[in-house]
C-alpha cells in the first residue's frame, strides 16, 4: 500500500489517501492538545504511544465482536484503517464523574454513576463541542435514527469490555468519547482509543492517568501514558 496526499490535518492526527480507495493512513503526531485546541504541546513520544496502545484497544475490541476501523499497525505512528464517513457526533459514557459534567451540573469530582450515564457532543471546535441531544442529531440530518442506536448500543458494549480490561491492569475506566462512522452502510467504531479521549485513574490511590495530566499542568503526560499501556499489556 502507498500513501498518497494528506486529507486531513486534525489538532492530534493526520489523515492520508492510499491507493487503496477503502483505506486510509492516520497518522499520529506528538502533538497534544487541550481546551479545544487552546493549549497546544508537542509531547516526545506521544504519538507512538498512542498509535499503538490505540491499536491494542481496537484488537481487543475487535476480538470482542465490536467492529472498528482498524486495519494494521505500519509503523510507530501510523496505522490503516478503513475509510469511514464520520458522523460529526462524540458519543459519550461516564462511569464516574469528572471534567465538563462537574461544571455542568456542579458536582464533585469521583462520583460513581449507576447505571452509567450517556451524552452526544457535536463535534465543533468553534462552538466548544457543544452537547447535544437525539432530537437535534435527527432535525440537523446529523444522523439517521437506526443509526444513533447502534452508536449507543456499541458505546456501552465497548464499556462492558473495557472497564474490565483497565479493572484487571488497577484502573479505573472513569469516562470516555467515542467516535463511529459509515463503512458500506455499517455504523462502525473510528477515530481512537487512547488516554487522550478517556479518563483512567489508579484503582487504589486514584491517580490520574491521562490527558487531565496535561490539561491540569501535572507533569509525566507520557510516562502515564505508557504506565497504563504496560498494565493492559501494551508493548511499547
Ligand atoms: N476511519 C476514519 N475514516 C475517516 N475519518 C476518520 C477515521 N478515523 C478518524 N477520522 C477522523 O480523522 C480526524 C483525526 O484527526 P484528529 O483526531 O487529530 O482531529 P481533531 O483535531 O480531533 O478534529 P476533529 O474535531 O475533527 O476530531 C478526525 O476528524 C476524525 O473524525
Ligand atoms: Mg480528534
Not at 459514557?93 to 451524552?119: H, M, Q, W, Y
Not at 488516554?195 to 490539561?215: A, I, Q
Request: hydrophobic share 40%.
Amino acid at each position: 500500500m502507498n500513501k498518497l496526499e494528506e486529507l486531513f490535518r486534525g489538532k492530534a492526527k493526520s489523515v492520508y489517501n492510499t491507493d487503496e480507495a477503502d483505506r486510509l493512513i492516520l497518522l499520529f503526531r506528538d502533538d497534544t492538545s487541550a481546551f479545544d485546541g487552546k493549549k497546544i504541546e508537542q509531547l516526545d513520544r506521544k504519538g507512538m504511544v498512542n498509535n499503538k496502545f490505540n491499536a491494542f484497544v481496537m484488537e481487543k475490541l475487535e476480538a470482542a465482536g465490536i467492529a472498528t476501523h482498524f486495519d494494521s499497525l505500519i509503523s510507530d505512528q501510523e496505522s490503516v484503517v478503513k475509510r469511514l464517513e464520520m458522523f460529526p457526533i462524540e458519543c459519550v459514557v461516564r462511569n464516574i464523574t469528572a471534567g465538563s459534567i462537574c461544571r455542568r451540573l456542579g458536582v464533585e469530582e469521583g462520583k460513581d454513576l449507576n447505571p452509567p450515564t450517556f451524552e452526544f457532543f457535536l463535534k465543533n471546535d468553534d462552538l466548544g463541542d457543544p452537547m447535544i441531544n437525539e432530537y437535534h442529531i435527527q432535525s440537523f440530518g446529523w444522523a439517521e435514527a437506526e443509526h444513533v442506536e447502534k452508536m449507543k448500543q456499541l458505546t456501552f458494549e465497548v464499556n462492558n469490555v473495557l472497564k474490565d480490561l483497565f479493572l484487571e491492569g488497577d484502573m479505573l475506566l472513569v469516562d470516555y468519547k467515542l467516535e463511529f462512522g459509515l463503512y458500506k452502510g455499517e455504523v462502525i467504531l473510528g477515530d481512537e482509543f487512547t488516554p487522550d479521549g478517556c479518563r483512567l485513574w489508579d484503582k487504589e490511590t486514584r491517580k490520574k492517568l491521562d490527558k487531565d495530566r496535561f490539561r491540569q499542568g501535572l507533569g509525566g503526560v507520557i510516562e502515564a501514558y505508557e504506565e497504563v499501556g504496560k498494565r493492559i499489556g501494551v508493548e511499547f
